[in-house]
């Protein structure tokens, strides 16, 4: 029987072990795809650890991922094997829930998450459902492509839905992962963007990105030097550091939006009394749809926006997991699997 490689998590909490599994075939409305790369997301732990309610284990992490059709299954028309394609975060949706029937497929009560809900990308091979693929643009290698898939789609949807117009003053805070690629997007997207992090080091990489501005939040206050710069209409919070985060706020222009994607447990610390007046808003924003992904990667490919990507081979999942959570990586890592 053929067999496929794969690094699954056995129980919470224990190292990625190597495993050979049969190939499955799709099901109705899955494909199977072989994967040639799959970024490492810090919602990685989140698998690893045992801290998602309702995971079955052993599971296979990976929700950045680029690969080729291989088989489809009964019903699926509109892929074709040897396509390229790409899975997300967003794994699929049922399409007759409430949120699906209002068109909100990510917010889908019975939603499914690739890498945690099913199978995911530290493998050769993993079986998706059909609603879940990206079409990937030929011009993109599949490192390359790979964090666009959970880091990019997530900062450039929500920079875009953010409400904010070209020329408005858009902060980006933190310079890592999510941070790196929000630079990019901001600028490409024509905002007066302006990067926020900690150290006068970063100053140069800021600019090198694409940032009109650096401001250094060891320096002094950053949310003083915003309001002097106009105020800003977002700030786009990526660094999941909710007191450098809250500590922003008041940067924010009249009808500003600290927009936050970055996964931090902490509480927020906002007077009410600072919302009022500005109308301000505090938002969340969780990725998007397969769909959103598609044109993330077209934009990307189009304007330039690139993840810079340490790689990996995949025999040595734990060691690039270890690097992603050393927070020392620039700025992505990158599982190469073919
Ligand atoms: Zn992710
Ligand atoms: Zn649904």
Known sequence: MATTRAFEVPKPGAPFTGV?????APG????????EACGICHSDAFVREGHWPG??????????????????GPGVTDW?????????WHGGHCGTCEACRAGDFLQCARGLVCGFTYDGGYAEHLVAPQEALAAVPDGLDPVAAAPLLCAG???????????????DLVAVQGIGGLGHLGIQYARQLGFRT?????????????????????????????????????????????APNAQLMSALVPGLGRNGT???IGASADPLQVAPAQLIGRRLRIQGWPSGTPKDSEETLAFSLRSGVASRNEVFPLAQANE????????????????KVR
């Open 20 to 24: 050979d599994r049969p190939l499955r």
């Open 28 to 35: 109705p409305g899955q494909v199977r795809i072989a994967v």
């Open 258 to 260: 600290l927009l936050v």
């Open 320 to 335: 690039a997991y270890a690097r992603m959570l050393s927070g020392a990586a620039r700025f992505r890592v990158v599982l």
């Open 55 to 72: 995971l079955a284990y052993p599971r296979v992490p990976g929700h950045e991922v680029v690969g080729r059709v291989e088989a489809l």
């Open 153 to 167: 789609v997530t900062t450039f949807n929500s920079l875009r839905n953010s409400g904010a117009r070209a020329g």
């Open 80 to 88: 074709r094997e040897g396509q390229r394609v790409g899975v997300g």
């Open 194 to 238: 302006v990067a926020v992090s900690r150290g006068a080091d970063k100053r140069a990489l800021a600019l090198e990105l694409g940032a009109h501005e650096y401001l250094d939040q060891e320096a002094g206050d950053a949310a003083q030097a915003l309001q002097a710069l106009g105020g800003a209409r977002v700030i786009l919070a990526t």
